[in-house]
T-cell receptor
Framework: DAGITQSPRHKVTETGTPVTLRCHQTENHRYMYWYRQDPGHGLRLIHYSYGVKDTDKGEVSDGYSVSRSKTEDFLLTLESATSSQTSVYFC??????????FGAGTRLSVL | DAKTTQPPSMDCAEGRAANLPCNHSTISGNEYVYWYRQIHSQGPQYIIHGLKNNETNEMASLIITEDRKSSTLILPHATLRDTAVYYCIVRVDNTGNQFYFGTGTSLTVIP
């Protein structure tokens, strides 16, 4: 399996609390992505990174921020979690060309 | 951005070829067609990609029409483990390396 790890794998939190999800890779790939997946919507891109400190927004970026201070880590932060952010979050990495590897996902419940 | 259209669901008998269609009529000349699949609750998995020539790997074959407006993913001998949601994506590559997923085709392989 590709070296991509998401943590935590499961989290339950309350509305209004900050939450940070971590994606860690050992492949030294340049690009990293955060997606969310909800019933009826498939996978939707939240943010992506094309290098250390280089990030950009995806189609559903409102309410989320990201940081990438080193190649191997890409953090997704919900500054003040809302119930609409209850979802499964996937991290993905690529060097060039297509998305090659996805993480196992983080299941987040905001109560 | 080029969009894709896939049937929401398909069935296939075990051992038979599964042919999954994808329409991408607005694809532009430098855009690739990528296929991924997602087995229940797991992270998506890369299958294959192509530009205009047909491609084959150990998992599947990709047939792209001459006008590039549609493509077909072929699983030559479907097994029960191929039951998954299959996503066809046309690569958007302007300022980044963004990939947008639709809702895909849910393939059920029937014993």
């Amino acid at each position: 399996d590709a070296g991509i790890t998401q943590s935590p794998r499961h989290k339950v939190t309350e509305t209004g609390t900050p939450v940070t999800l971590r994606c860690h890779q050992t492949e030294n790939h340049r690009y990293m992505y955060w997606y969310r997946q909800d019933p009826g919507h498939g996978l939707r891109l939240i943010h992506y990174s094309y290098g250390v400190k280089d990030t950009d927004k995806g189609e559903v970026s409102d309410g989320y921020s990201v940081s990438r201070s080193k190649t191997e880590d890409f953090l997704l932060t919900l500054e003040s979690a809302t119930s609409s952010q209850t979802s499964v979050y996937f991290c993905a990495i690529s060097e060039s060309g297509g998305l090659r590897y996805f993480g196992a996902g983080t299941r987040l419940s905001v109560l | 951005d080029a969009k894709t259209t896939q049937p929401p669901s398909m069935d296939c008998a075990e051992g038979r070829a599964a042919n999954l269609p994808c329409n991408h009529s607005t694809i532009s000349g430098n855009e690739y067609v990528y296929w991924y699949r997602q087995i229940h609750s797991q992270g998506p998995q890369y299958i294959i990609h192509g530009l205009k020539n047909n491609e084959t790997n150990e998992m599947a074959s990709l047939i792209i029409t001459e006008d590039r407006k549609s493509s077909t993913l072929i699983l030559p001998h479907a097994t029960l483990r191929d039951t998954a949601v299959y996503y066809c994506i046309v690569r958007v590559d302007n300022t980044g390396n963004q990939f947008y997923f639709g809702t895909g085709t849910s393939l059920t392989v029937i014993p």
